[in-house]
């Protein structure tokens, strides 16, 4: 437990450093241009970004507490670039959750056999806890809609997305580590003792088997939100149909009655 707030602790220090303030100025200025350029609408309550390649750097290079600062800046500064309805606190400190994250998981990283599963485990995290659950149950508070009703379309979304996620990550992290050390050759300091070494294999193994098997139940929640709503929707349609059907049969009754002849529809041909 003192190891992890020393994470912390560390990363509150990088701030006193003038290096750490340019590189992450800069980082920032990345997360903007690829947060209002490079990413994809996919409905009013999902968008596909990019920009996470530069939150995750910041947590990768100066840990959590400078992260989740990084963070909080990008998610208002992007609001103040370009206003998306009205500011939200929520969805600032989610952002800033998920950055904080990135440095939990990636502040020790090197580039060796740990690194992929750094990278697995800190964007499965983020995805699991700020994009399935934190966000929806946001967005579902803010537009007034049901948990369920957007929670199906996000998780497959998300969960179809984590593998070119963590590709993306895979292939950039490295050399952005790699470029970080040769420009500064010496400046970075890394703590070995940490979950995803030799001596934490066991921690990082049950830890990783739980965020699949969260993923796994996520999947399954959305395929059983997408039955019932098939299920709801074929419902209604039988019922309109029957009514369709009651609605004709007092029409027939009524012609009937009055000894008024039905009139005949047209035929497609006509």
Same mark, same amino acid.
């Given at each position: 437990m003192k190891s992890f707030f020393n994470l912390f602790v560390r990363s509150a =220090?990088?701030?006193? /450093?003038?290096?750490?303030?340019?590189?992450? $100025? @800069?980082?920032? !200025?990345?997360d903007l241009v690829l947060k209002l350029t490079v990413s994809i609408e996919v409905t009013s309550h999902l968008k596909i970004s990019f920009a996470f390649i530069a939150l995750a750097s910041i947590g990768m290079l100066y840990g959590p507490t400078v992260s989740f600062a990084a963070g909080i800046v990008t998610d208002i500064l992007g609001f103040i670039i370009e206003p998306s309805g009205a500011f939200d606190i929520r969805?600032?400190?989610?952002? $800033?959750?998920g950055a904080l994250l990135y440095g939990l *998981?990636?502040?020790? $990283?090197?580039?060796?056999k740990w690194m992929l599963p750094r990278i697995v485990a800190a964007k499965s995290t983020v995805v699991v806890v700020c994009n399935l659950f934190l966000t929806t149950v946001t967005i579902a508070a803010v537009y007034g809609n049901g948990f369920f009703a957007i929670f199906p379309a996000r998780a497959l979304a998300n969960l179809a997305q984590l593998p070119?996620?963590?590709?993306?990550? %895979?292939?950039?992290?490295?050399?952005?580590l790699k470029a970080y050390n040769i420009? %500064?050759?010496? !400046?970075? =300091?890394?703590?070995?003792? /940490?979950? *995803?070494?030799?001596?934490?294999?066991?921690? !990082?193994?049950?830890?990783?088997?739980?965020?699949m098997f969260i993923a796994v139940c996520s999947l399954g929640i959305a395929g059983q939100s997408l039955d019932d709503k098939s299920d709801?929707?074929?419902?209604?349609?039988?019922?309109?149909?029957?009514?369709?059907?009651? @609605?004709q049969t007092e029409l027939d009754n009524l012609y009937s009655e009055l000894d008024i002849t039905k009139p005949q529809t047209a035929s497609a041909e006509e």
């Open positions: =220090k990088e701030l006193r /450093s003038l290096r750490c303030l340019c590189v992450v $100025a @800069m980082l920032i !200025a990345l969805f600032t400190l989610i952002e $800033a959750l *998981f990636l502040y020790n $990283a090197v580039n060796d070119l996620d963590v590709f993306l990550l %895979f292939i950039f992290l490295p050399i952005i420009v %500064f050759k010496g !400046a970075r =300091k890394v703590d070995q003792n /940490s979950v *995803f070494s030799d001596a934490g294999m066991g921690t !990082a193994i049950i830890y990783v088997v739980c965020l709801e929707l074929e419902d209604r349609l039988d019922e309109q149909s029957e009514q369709l059907e009651v @609605m």
